[in-house]
């Protein structure tokens, strides 16, 4: 039984091609939906890391309905891992399964690491609410320095990052790799897609 305000994400399936991705969903009451694009990896499930779960659980708390999902050939997502083409596909199925459960014309996008090239690729490819990276890579800098509409790259206080486009935003207490400091960062994040 699921009780009132208990937080309780619904595995859901996602076509891309002739493919069926794994996701997890949760309503929210308010706009924007949030897309959350995870790493790439080699095996495992990358929706299932603490950094991806984290978001999705900050963007619950201020109600936005939330997605993350695993690219194919990882977790229980059918096919095998394909590579940037493949995994911008799996989020493009993604972002018009989130549209088209929310009936949205739009949503927020939320890169984490490596997944903020995807999500660079979904926001220049369709309109989104907002564009977050989460401790991306440095060396994605002058590219996400193109990024389209409402940006804005979040890292720990110590972490490099060269350029002033995006907007930085530096969480206190936290790590490079956010193992600390995980809570900021998920309010922090949230708040960001909140403003719109």
Not at 4 to 27: F, K
Not at 51 to 57: H, T
Not at 58 to 69: E, I, Q, V
């Amino acid at each position: 039984m699921v009780l009132p305000d208990q937080y309780l994400e619904r595995a859901t399936i996602i076509a891309s091609g002739e493919l069926c991705l794994e996701g997890l969903y949760h309503r929210g009451r308010h706009a924007p939906p949030v897309l959350i694009v995870p790493p790439p990896a080699e095996r495992g499930s990358p929706m299932d890391l603490p950094l991806v779960a984290e978001l999705a659980w900050a963007c619950h708390r201020a109600d936005h309905p939330t997605l993350r999902f695993n690219p194919r050939g990882l977790g229980a997502s059918q096919g095998a891992p394909g590579g940037a083409g493949a995994r911008v596909a799996d989020a493009v199925a993604a972002l018009d399964a989130l549209l088209e459960t929310e009936r949205a014309a739009e949503a927020a996008v939320v890169g984490v690491g490596a997944g903020a090239e995807v999500a660079l690729a979904l926001g220049r490819a369709r309109p989104c609410a907002a564009l977050s990276f989460v401790a991306p890579p440095a060396e994605l800098a002058p590219a996400l320095a193109g990024a389209p509409g409402r940006c804005r790259v979040f890292v720990a206080v110590e972490a490099a990052w060269p350029g002033e486009r995006p907007e930085v935003e530096r969480i206190d207490g936290a790590d490079p790799a956010f193992l600390r400091g995980l809570p900021a960062l998920g309010h922090a994040v949230a708040a960001f897609i909140s403003r719109g």
